[in-house]
């Protein structure tokens, strides 16, 4: 299964900044490769990041982003980013084979997509494009 998974900082805070995203995104694709999750594609902008990867049928999808989402705030702390922390909740949306490179380039263009829309926008997007009528904005939004 091929899984986009988006999920910001805490209050939004644009932590991630230019000088250590490349080094963020190659840490977290080893934990996704140790996971047997292997990540295809991994962008950020100051305040959320995307990841596509293909999850791994022995690992349940929560327990992926448990381990992403503390392994990474670990690292980030241990470089310097001190009151570094992510949301407690994510988004993830399964992919068709056929859609895989389409989602590629979605997320390889995210600093010009965010240029004119905000992460709170796209995010609201996506869930609707999906139907995801379980969806609660208070615990994406307000953690």
């Known amino acids: 299964m091929y899984v986009h ?15 250590i ?6 840490y977290m694709a080893g934990i996704f490769k140790n996971m047997n999750s292997p ?38 702390k241990e470089h310097g980013i001190i009151k570094f922390t992510w949301q407690i909740g ?15 380039s979605y997320i390889e263009n995210q600093k010009e997509h965010h240029k004119e829309t905000c992460f709170k926008h796209e995010f609201e997007e996506l869930i609707k494009e999906n139907q995801m009528v379980d969806y609660n904005s208070n615990f994406f939004w307000d953690r």
């Open 5 to 19: 998974a988006i999920f910001g900082t805490t209050g939004r805070v644009n932590t991630i900044k230019p000088e």
């Open 21 to 26: 995203e490349e080094k963020l995104h190659s």
């Open 39 to 76: 990540a295809i594609k991994i962008n950020s902008v100051p305040d959320h990041i995307h990841i596509l990867f293909k999850l791994s049928k022995n690992h349940a999808l929560a327990k992926v982003m448990e381990e992403v989402k503390k392994s990474t705030s670990k690292w980030m």
């Open 90 to 104: 994510y988004g993830a949306f399964s992919i068709q084979y056929n859609k895989v490179e389409i989602v590629i």
